[in-house]
């Protein structure tokens, strides 16, 4: 379990490291936290000619707040966004979501852009970032575009990044007092990728009723899918148990999951199914403190 | 294949280090450097064996490339204990019997040492939160929260 | 056993091996530097089963730091195959060669082994290793084994089934017609596989000059590991040195010889180069050893109040591609021993082991580990079936301290043991009747707990009689010797090779006992075959039983020369009455210890420097060795009581509560004891609930990697509640017990039984592990309570 060789590069400014993968072509990658690529690299799945190594490249490892959003630089941590006290209160469910990746020395070092860039369908950002209506921003050489979640991730470890594009920052809405949001997950140990996983924002009007659900499940298929009809369907519904069930119930009937050796697609729809009702459940009573 | 130069800082000690870009810092610690502390258990994250403190934060060396490390401080458990005198949480796995094959151990130590500055009064559930970044093969695991609890109510 | 009161023996002092460990200066396989050594890769199957057509390794010879490509064929000529051929009634014999020459029998078979200036590269040339494969069909699984024109594994045997054994005592078919009812019951265990932390490896330094081969390595067995190495190599056993330091878990996995490790000392004896392998962990989980992949049948014939008229079993048993070990070893013992704690004298057993395209199996820590499960699931069953208290079935069942010893219907003989009593303190500890009320109030409020009882009966210290008839080249017997050096420090070893056992600290206290001196002056030494004595190693739960009494017995002979000495010294006829204590010579009189004023030191001293002041006729020095045979079987016992809840919406298992109450005789080191006793369990709980190694239909292992491989973290296990209990071994010197497996027992049937308690509601069992949530959600769907 040795890597491959490769050259490795260690570019100190944004624009080096594009000019690097440009030149590269496909035969390079990008080296963020490692704790993707690294054990792939070690079992010899992926063998890059060439690493571009971001992490010494100053002013992508950031937390900052504008009027209705929150800006996170690529290289942030999954522990600081953990803990970020700005994060925790105007996107809760994407700081609880980060608290679940692995573990504590891996949290230490994984960042926020690799994960999005994996795409790993199981994975907690990509989940959050897709249901919460997050923007991505990837610079390539000469032009920064904009993509947003709902069409950045595209199947299994694919997304609608170009080779020599980097992602530079994520941009989330902040909530508003009135929304809940929760994220669970069930896997079968702290610290193991979601088998299901599923994320919710909810907002009850004054009357109690629906005002705006957002619903997303990771895990079941090949990447994060947001109910959104589903969920806008439920608007004005009088926002309790009794909907969550109902919701649940049609979560359970709308996604079909993929069948592994490991667990049948039975077994991942019925975890849709239970979550859905939890998490919805979660993200409601948080919406009423 | 290539070979780089470049220089490793460990313990306070550095290091000119010859080798591929590709070689794991876990390597590089236990052949370049000698250290033999650090060990390996999977090389792809999982069991925490390799874990070593990178600037103070823990880092699991198998996932990282030893010439990454230019310009970072590195910390192995080889610096623990200082003057012969076993850091706190050594003492503690010692006398609660918290290792037996002790090949897990060093990960385990690094991780707490960094831990507890972090959060010097961790729950039995957040210990074990942390914990389970360490596969332990041997002990259960009890007796290494009972050290990390016996560290904290110190 | 001696009348007298131990005063280190028992001690809780804290282990001597940690320092090193604790700071990293411990001295595992991997950390002993080798100038100039190469590193071995192995080139393995990438199919279950084929035919190897050809090998070409011109391209990895071609690349700079290759220094050579060995197959099957070369290693031929170097080695001798491995013959498993006991005569053992209904088993086959076996050969297999040191790699493959002709064909490849599991997913991760090693065809090639390049050895190259270091491990990155080797495993680049490992790459460019061209094999052409002829696929042959894969046996994926025992039904497919036993099935009509179905491939053959090994084809020099007649069929898959590579053994086969029938026993029956009694007449358990007029049992079953005059029973009440009859209960059966299935219990089918997944494979798993052992992971030490520290996978394997070694490294080969072959000297040319004096043709003397050293093989550093992490063993268990470092004299029958040596043994088998000399011979496979043609090379004498004085040609031979193993070395074992520190090694980092076994659990059954550090025992046999393997192909790599052969391959690399004939790879360095070739090259007349130091030659290292470490093992990667893809290569641990695919190719090392797996285990425990068994079904159990049980049909117990039952009076209407649950007592037990007769039993039935039958075992079929999926022991992977090759035997390293012969193939009926493990099952055997289940079989032997399954009955336990409980009267019954009609039984019959069959027990069939099968070859299969997968990786080869071995014994794992508690190789007999499904048999309480499979004891106390009939238990339950029975329970079950009358609807009578479980706890209550097995009272009525076991037998009682004026009952033993007892003989079982195999003929094993269990004595010195308290399954009433163990049982009896665990139910009390968790307050079992008040558990079945808030169970029931639990349940009305739709959760479901559970609660499981497993008695275990621990079969250790495997006497040599269980070594022959089992066809295992060893024995049952250990060696140990004791110097006292002039200065009067303390040397002692023994044969065995410690992997975490605090072997160090637990007989230096048996020596320090037996020669009335501080351990703390006592260093044992461990894993060098020239200096530890032929010893049998580190399996089956011997250790602190056939080496502490073995230790223990040559530290009196120690003594008994040493107060001989003294007692010349002090002018006395004999040395009654002297006794040494604290490494100083008193004499008791009427109780009272009076001072003599002669030390340990200045016994030492004499003995080497003064043979002129020694006892007529007495030779000089302070060396001593002897070897003890223990008795054919040790027994200790346990109860187990573990109480879960159930997530019956997602099936998932949480663990609330886990007491044992075990008792294994007097205890060498409390320390030590306790550890085993939590890693035990923790193992048996890892098992049965989450480890798996899967291989799919076509026999591909899809287990490549700890993100497969599901070993239980800190956030899965409780808290374990121990009740110690020390009913001594009158068999054994010290009066001590095996122990560190029934752990591994007791939890897979504790944990399983609270889960099918939990799952009563629903009228369903589980019969199966792991207890996935996967796999009880299977067994929930559609069910109400
Ligand atoms: C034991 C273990 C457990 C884990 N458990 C979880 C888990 O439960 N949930 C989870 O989500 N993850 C888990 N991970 C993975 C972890 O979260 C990774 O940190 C994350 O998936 C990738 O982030 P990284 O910064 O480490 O990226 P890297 O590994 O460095 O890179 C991953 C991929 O992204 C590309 N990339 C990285 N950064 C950028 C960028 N800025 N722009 C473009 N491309 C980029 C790389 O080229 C590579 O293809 C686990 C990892 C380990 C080792
Ligand atoms: S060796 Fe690095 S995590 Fe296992
Ligand atoms: S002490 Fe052996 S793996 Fe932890």
């Known amino acids: 379990m040795k890597p491959a060789p490769f050259r490795y590069h260690s570019p100190g400014t944004l624009d080096e490291a594009l000019a690097l993968l440009a030149e590269h072509g496909a035969g390079a990658k990008v080296l963020a936290g490692g704790q993707s690529l690294g054990p792939m690299m070690n079992m010899r799945l992926a063998q890059p000619d060439a690493l571009v190594d971001i992490n010494a490249i100053a002013g992508l490892d950031y937390v900052r707040e504008h009027e209705k959003t929150i800006e996170i630089g690529a290289l942030t941590r999954h522990h600081a966004i953990a803990t970020s006290p700005l994060v925790r209160a105007a996107c809760p469910l994407l700081a609880e979501a980060a608290r679940q990746i692995g573990h504590y020395a891996i949290r230490q070092r994984g ?141 359970y009937d709308a996604v079909a999951p993929i069948d592994t050796p490991r667990v049948p697609a039975e077994f991942r729809r019925e975890l849709v199914h239970v979550l859905t009702r939890r998490v919805l459940v979660t993200a409601l009573e948080r919406a009423r403190r | 294949m290539d070979t780089v130069d470049f220089e490793l800082s460990v313990n306070g000690e550095r290091h000119a280090v010859r080798a591929e870009p590709r070689k794991l810092l876990t390597d590089v610690l236990r052949e370049d450097c000698r250290l033999t502390g650090t060990h390996v258990g999977c090389e792809h994250g999982v069991c925490g064996a390799c874990t070593v403190l990178v600037d103070g934060r823990p880092a699991r060396a198998c996932l990282l490339y030893a010439v990454q490390m230019r310009g970072h401080e590195i910390t192995t458990i080889e610096a623990i204990a200082k003057d012969g005198v076993l850091s706190p949480l050594q003492q503690a796995l010692h006398e609660v019997h918290g290792l037996q094959c002790g090949f897990c151990t060093a990960g385990i130590v690094m991780t707490f040492e960094a831990y507890l500055k972090e959060n010097p009064r961790p729950t039995e559930e957040e210990i074990r939160d942390v914990l389970s970044g360490n596969l332990c093969r041997c002990t259960g695991y009890q007796n290494i929260v009972e050290a990390v609890l016996k560290v904290v109510h110190a | 056993m001696p009348k007298t009161r131990f005063t280190q023996i028992g001690r809780a002092i804290p282990r001597r091996e940690d320092r090193r460990l604790l700071t990293g200066n411990g001295r595992y396989v991997d950390d002993i530097e080798i100038p100039g050594a190469l590193h071995a890769c192995f080139v393995r199957s990438p199919h279950p089963h084929a035919r190897i057509v050809r090998i070409d390794a011109k391209a990895a010879l071609a690349m700079p730091g290759v220094a050579a490509v060995l197959t099957g064929a070369d290693l031929a000529q170097w080695t001798t195959p491995l013959r498993v051929a006991p005569p053992i009634e209904g088993l086959h014999p076996v050969e297999m060669t040191t790699l493959p020459v002709d064909k490849v029998r599991f997913h991760g078979d090693p065809v090639a082994c390049v050895i190259a200036r270091d491990r990155y590269l080797a495993e680049d040339a490992a790459e460019r290793v061209e094999v052409e494969y002829a696929p042959l069909p894969a046996v994926a699984n025992a039904d497919q084994a036993l099935a009509e024109g179905t491939a053959l594994v090994d084809e020099s045997l007649p069929s898959n089934l590579v053994s086969e054994q029938r026993f029956s005592t009694g007449d358990v078919f007029a049992r079953r017609r005059e029973a009440h009812r009859v209960v059966e019951s299935a219990f089918s265990q997944h494979r798993q596989t052992h992971l030490p932390i520290e996978t394997r490896g070694c490294a080969a330094l072959w000297d040319e000059g004096r043709e003397h081969l050293t093989l550093h390595i992490g063993s268990q067995v470092p004299h029958p590991l040596r043994t088998q190495l000399a011979a496979r190599m043609r090379l004498s056993e004085s040609q031979v040195t193993i070395s074992s330091l520190d090694v980092g878990g076994g659990f059954g996995q550090k025992i046999a010889l393997y192909r790599e490790e052969l391959t690399v000392a004939a790879a360095s004896r070739h090259l007349r180069r130091p030659v290292r392998w470490r093992e990667d962990r893809m290569e641990n989980l695919l190719a090392a050893s797996h285990a425990r992949e068994e079904l159990c049948r049980t049909r117990a014939a039952v009076t209407d109040d649950g007592r037990l008229l007769g039993l039935e079993l039958e075992i079929l048993e999926d022991f992977g591609a090759y035997c390293f070990y012969p193939a009926n070893y493990l099952a055997r013992v289940v079989a032997m021993i399954l009955t336990g704690p409980y009267k019954v004298s009609d039984y019959a057993f069959v027990v069939r082991v099968v070859l299969t395209n997968k990786c080869g199996s071995g014994p794992m820590r ?128 023994l044969g065995l090779g410690a992997s975490g056992q605090g072997y160090e600290t637990a007989f230096s206290q048996v020596v320090g006992e037996g020669l009335g001196v501080d351990p703390a002056s006592v260093r044992i030494h461990l894993g060098n075959t020239d200096v530890a004595p032929y010893g049998m190693g580190s399996r089956g739960a011997r250790g602190g039983t056939a080496g502490g009494a073995t230790l223990f017995l040559c530290a009196r002979d120690a003594n008994e020369k040493m107060l001989a000495i003294a007692a010349k010294l002090l002018g006395f006829d004999s040395s009654e009455g002297l006794r040494m204590v604290e490494g100083k010579v008193v004499r008791e009189v009427l109780g009272e210890r009076i001072d003599t004023g002669i030390s340990f030191a200045q016994l030492a001293r004499t003995a080497y420097l003064d043979p002129t002041a020694l006892p007529a006729g007495m030779a000089p020095g302070l060396d001593f060795s002897r070897t003890y045979d223990p008795p054919p079987m040790t027994y200790s016992n346990a109860a187990h009581v573990c109480e879960v809840e159930l997530d019956v919406e997602t099936g998932a298992v949480r663990i609330l509560r886990y007491v044992v109450a075990e008792d294994c005789g007097t205890v060498l080191s409390p320390v030590v004891v306790e550890g085993q006793q939590h890693g035990a369990v923790a193992m048996g709980l890892s098992g049965a609930l989450l480890e798996h190694m899967l291989y799919d239909e076509a026999a591909q292992n899809i287990t490549g990697s700890l993100a497969d491989y599901l070993v239980a973290t800190a956030t899965d296990l409780p808290r374990f509640e121990i009740l110690p209990m020390h009913t001594p071994s009158r068999g054994n010197p010290v009066g001590t017990k095996g122990m560190a497996e029934g752990g591994v027992m007791g939890a897979i049937g504790a944990i399983s039984n609270a889960v099918n308690d939990a799952l009563a509601p629903f009228g369903v069992v589980a019969e199966r592990q792991p207890l996935s949530p996967d796999y009880l959600r299977s067994l929930l769907r559609g069910k109400t309570p």
């Open chain 3, 366 to 493: 508690a190789p007999m580990s499904i048999t309480s499960w499979v004891m106390e699931g009939t238990m339950d069953a029975i329970a079950r079936e009358l609807k009578l208290d479980p706890l209550e079935v097995r009272r009525r069942n076991m037998v009682a301290a004026a009952e033993l010893p007892y003989t079982m219907p195999t003929g094993e003989v269990i004595a010195d043991i308290t399954p009433r009593e163990t049982l009896e303190a665990a139910v009390t500890r968790v307050e079992y009747a008040q558990f079945r009320e808030r169970q029931a109030a639990a349940r009305r409020e739709g959760r479901y707990l559970g609660l499981g009882l497993c008695s275990v009966v621990e079969s250790t210290t495997y006497g040599s009689r269980f070594y022959k008839a089992a066809g295992i080249p060893g024995s049952g017997h250990e060696a140990a010797w004791v110097r006292i050096e002039p200065s009067g420090a303390v040397n002692a070893s």
């Open chain 1, 111 to 251: 960042t926020i852009g690799g994960s999005l860039a994996h795409a790993d369908p199981a994975a907690q950002f990509p989940l959050a970032c897709a249901t919460l209506g997050a923007e991505i921003t990837a610079a390539g050489a000469g032009r920064t575009r904009t993509i947003a979640a709902s069409e950045f991730f595209l199947s299994l470890m694919s997304t609608a990044l170009e080779p020599e594009e980097i992602i530079v920052s994520v941009t989330l809405p902040k909530a508003p007092t009135s929304e809940g949001q929760a994220y669970v997950q069930f896997s079968r140990r702290r610290g193991d990728f979601a088998i299901v996983a599923l994320a919710a924002t909810v907002r009850p009007d004054a009357g109690g009723h629906i005002d705006q659900v957002r619903l997303g499940v990771g895990g079941a298929t090949d990447r994060p899918m947001v109910l959104a009809e589903l969920a806008d369907c439920t608007r004005g519904e009088k926002a309790d148990s009794g909907w969550a069930a109902r919701l649940a119930k049609a979560a």
